[in-house]
């Protein structure tokens, strides 16, 4: 490997081709207005969006934007309802969900970054790991003793990957990721920078005047196709496993304790916290900040609103929110009363008084 | 040191030998039911345990498993509650706190991890630097200038411990551990990966149109005994000292602001936050994404309800919990009035409407 | 670069000269009671301040701590209110901002530790990357391809940069930070430990029945005299750039979702969250642990409270608290009412069937 060639953590790509309005119009199946030969090179954001790009609008927050005096018009995939939003354009598409629609263009005009493979030479394999083929390593990197990294995994700069640990095939960790040993991540997973998976769990029992720690030697179980964002933390478990299901996806920030069970294709958001053994199902949605207790069982398809404090079992399928966590209707009821309440009280207090209560 | 004998984070270590069924329930101080004789080598959780592990079953949410068919049964220890569960089991120990017992059958059955001592040629160490006897530094290990490293500490791959701190003996550093200049360590403490020792507080002044920095002159002291979760963080002071006392347990991505002072045997759970200056006592239970606002006073023993907005001193010895928190008995009656009173809402409109207020 | 000169993070330097209590009270325009030729050398806190050292007193709350018997006593800075507080003093500064004054005092006692520059041996520079004048840095540094960094720049062990990256001159990051591809620092730029700067938002598409990631290719914009605290995460922009205004103060464990705009000189206390697309305006306050939902505007001037859980737009120069969030003035007379009503319930409840409702 070239010195430098992938130091560091992975680029975008470059813009890789030229398409015309008319090529874009094809790839997203919209309707196309205006100039069919105007040419994209890149995206941008509607605010700086010029000639040679592509953009979108979807939501009228941001129409006042396309307004804007600019060099030339990018563009425009946008929604039916939107579509004529004044504005100069070199062309517009119109496509029901346009952010969608640019998924498909995306590829189109960005290549991902060349992916090096080879292991730095400043890279530290222990004895017994085995390192599959057309792997990179990059530098600093520790790999321990009786490791496994999978074909073609990517395990970026300073990463530390624990002994006996696994990493499965084309998994991509960004730098300064720790694999606690004990841990085991299936493929296609990818963890960005600082997360760390497999620490111990918070677990102590009070005896003789001090909290003595309860060894962990349960594991830490990532299945395939999971994504963990950044500086989250997946204990693993004390006994028993820790286990996240495949395809779910966990932001930044994120607190898994010990032998917690998650289910697949579940979105757990940035913040939130599940304390000790709590399960959550399959295709759940647990928003931002919202926490829950220890020992719990969420079921499949529940979503749990943003700092929601779910103390109890949620059935599934149902949407719960608030503190404490009720279903979200109750929860929404609730919170109106509240401040209907405090425009009421006086009144309340002086009927009461009336009353002799 | 032989190359990557110590690399990547410490293993659970291996079985380390063979007990029988009536050994165990010796070791727990149990009453045995069924084949003493009964080997285990193993610890597993009670969904997937079978011939040769031990396992335990206090809480009748999990014996449903037991229940499964499985390659022989396990050794159980067992609540005299759910002594009877339904099941195949090689023997069953019962003991009033199955979990706890567990602990004394896990040291028996797993050691640590041998715990190579050595310093890793790759660390640096700045000068007058003073490293303890047994100290083992791993990969890429930075000790700055004039720290000071106790006997038989343990510094992970890629932690770095800032000019002039301290770390005590047989303290333990995960991977990606940073301990800034002016941090002191006890003894006996472990700091799981990517935690933040002594990093600047949140101190700014407003003047001149700017908001100018505090320079952060305090220290940061970890008492014996402490153990920090990972990706935590805890500042140094501005000009008072951060300290945590001896004994105290802290879990991941907890906040520490500077100044605080934190007593002994206190338990600090995942996501906590504390402003800066607030003191906290001895023996104190903060749950999990409790949020302190600043210059408070928590007495020894409070104990703190998980999301509790906590805005006033908190008197020793009560549980408080809510937004804003109040003493635990009041919240909850707050919290069932609000859902009472949202059934109630209406009525109490049209009542105040037939008085005519 | 003499090796170990610069390992480790930055020591607040030495007491580097002494000052007498009549310069200290010239220095912060205060006024001098007792001896004015009393020499300080070094700030220390109330509780634990002697002959030799400077501290001061603003808060009756620490007003027992002068009482207590010491070694000699120090120079206090103190507010008229407090110039009386009984205790052992050499000299008496009155001030009325006397946390603020200390301001004027630390850098005259202490001088910041000497920058070393330099680049260690074992930092790893990309092909095309262009390091400025007089950068330093630290071992392990791993510098990508084509990155920028600015003059007299810091990045100090084992951080990152990414291919493409920039970094303003005279910026600082400290140990472990990875600063993504797409990202751009301005000048004098401070990042604390473990902060991810620029890692992919959280955004998916679901199709053909899995969460289809979306491409980030947006930029991440950290503007001149920004801090960044310890392990907080930053995401980069998916289409559009995420963007930190100027002078804007960020805390430890904070998340920014991708796509977030954020004013100038804003301050962003610890734990708090943004979700995508949410644009904060200049000179706000958002208090610890409150979370924005997405695609908000938060005007100018604008204040969160603590754990405030904001679902809407915020006007410019209101303040807000709460969950979920209102005006703070309707948010307090709600809570009181809550706790009003949970005392008048039981009368309630009775005057309702009193009137057969």
Same mark, same amino acid.
């Given at each position: 490997?070239?010195?430098?060639?992938?130091?560091?953590?992975?680029?975008?790509?470059?813009?890789?081709?030229?398409?015309?309005?008319?090529?874009?119009?094809?790839?997203?199946?919209?309707?196309? !207005?205006?100039?069919?030969?105007?040419?994209?090179?890149?995206?941008?954001?509607?605010?700086?969006?010029?000639?040679?790009?592509?953009?979108?609008?979807?939501?009228?927050?941001?129409?006042?934007?396309?307004?804007?005096?600019?060099?030339?018009?990018?563009?425009?995939?946008?929604?039916?309802?939107?579509?004529?939003?004044?504005?100069?354009?070199?062309?517009?598409?119109?496509?029901?969900?346009?952010?969608?629609?640019?998924?498909?263009?995306?590829?189109?005009?960005?290549?991902?970054?060349?992916?090096?493979?080879?292991?730095?030479?400043?890279?530290?394999?222990?004895?017994?790991?085995?390192?599959? !083929?057309?792997?990179?390593?990059?530098?600093?990197?520790?790999?321990?003793?009786?490791?496994?990294?999978?074909?073609?995994?990517?395990?970026?700069?300073?990463?530390?990957?624990?002994?006996?640990?696994?990493?499965?095939?084309?998994?991509?960790?960004?730098?300064?990721?720790?694999?606690?040993?004990?841990?085991?991540?299936?493929?296609?997973?990818?963890?960005?920078?600082?997360? =760390?998976?497999?620490?111990?769990?918070?677990?102590?029992?009070?005896?003789?005047?001090?909290?003595?720690?309860?060894?962990?030697?349960?594991?830490?179980?990532?299945?395939?196709?999971?994504?963990?964002?950044?500086?989250?933390?997946?204990? !693993?478990?004390?006994?028993?496993?820790?286990?996240?299901?495949?395809?779910?996806?966990?932001?930044?920030?994120?607190?898994?304790?010990?032998?917690?069970?998650?289910?697949?294709?579940?979105?757990?958001?940035?913040?939130?916290?599940?304390?000790?053994?709590?399960?959550?199902?399959?295709?759940?949605?647990?928003?931002?900040?919202?926490?829950?207790?220890?020992?719990?069982?969420?079921?499949?398809?529940? =979503?749990?609103?943003?700092?929601?404090?779910?103390?109890?079992?949620?059935?599934?399928?149902?949407?719960?929110?608030?503190?404490?966590?009720?279903?979200?209707?109750?929860?929404?009821?609730?919170?109106?009363?509240?401040?209907?309440?405090?425009?009421?009280?006086? =009144?309340?207090?002086?009927?009461?008084?009336?009353?002799?209560?």
């Amino acid at each position: 490997m070239i010195l430098g060639e992938s130091n560091g953590t992975t680029s975008s790509g470059e813009g890789a081709s030229t398409l015309t309005a008319a090529d874009v119009a094809a790839l997203v199946g919209g309707e196309l !207005r205006g100039d069919g030969s105007a040419e994209v090179r890149s995206v941008a954001p509607i605010d700086r969006a010029a000639a040679g790009d592509v953009t979108f609008l979807a939501n009228a927050r941001y129409a006042r934007f396309l307004a804007e005096p600019r060099d030339g018009g990018p563009v425009l995939l946008v929604s039916p309802e939107l579509a004529e939003t004044p504005g100069g354009t070199a062309a517009r598409i119109v496509v029901g969900k346009p952010q969608e629609a640019m998924l498909e263009v995306l590829p189109r005009l960005y290549r991902p970054a060349s992916l090096a493979s080879g292991i730095d030479p400043t890279a530290r394999i222990g004895h017994g790991a085995r390192i599959g !083929r057309a792997v990179y390593l990059g530098p600093f990197v520790v790999i321990g003793e009786g490791a496994v990294i999978g074909d073609e995994a990517r395990v970026e700069a300073h990463s530390v990957v624990g002994a006996g640990a696994q990493i499965g095939a084309r998994s991509h960790l960004y730098p300064h990721v720790t694999i606690y040993s004990g841990s085991t991540l299936g493929e296609r997973v990818i963890v960005h920078s600082g997360s =760390r998976i497999g620490s111990d769990g918070f677990g102590y029992v009070f005896r003789g005047g001090v909290h003595e720690k309860i060894p962990h030697v349960g594991r830490c179980i990532i299945s395939n196709d999971v994504e963990i964002g950044a500086n989250t933390t997946i204990d !693993r478990g004390s006994i028993d496993d820790t286990v996240v299901g495949v395809g779910t996806k966990i932001d930044n920030l994120v607190q898994i304790g010990h032998n917690c069970r998650i289910g697949k294709l579940s979105l757990i958001m940035a913040q939130v916290g599940l304390a000790g053994s709590t399960w959550v199902g399959d295709g759940c949605i647990i928003a931002g900040q919202a926490g829950l207790s220890g020992h719990l069982t969420i079921g499949d398809g529940a =979503r749990l609103g943003a700092q929601a404090g779910v103390f109890g079992d949620v059935p599934g399928g149902e949407t719960w929110s608030g503190y404490p966590a009720r279903k979200h209707s109750e929860s929404l009821r609730a919170s109106a009363a509240l401040f209907k309440l405090s425009t009421l009280m006086k =009144r309340i207090e002086k009927l009461l008084k009336d009353h002799g209560l």
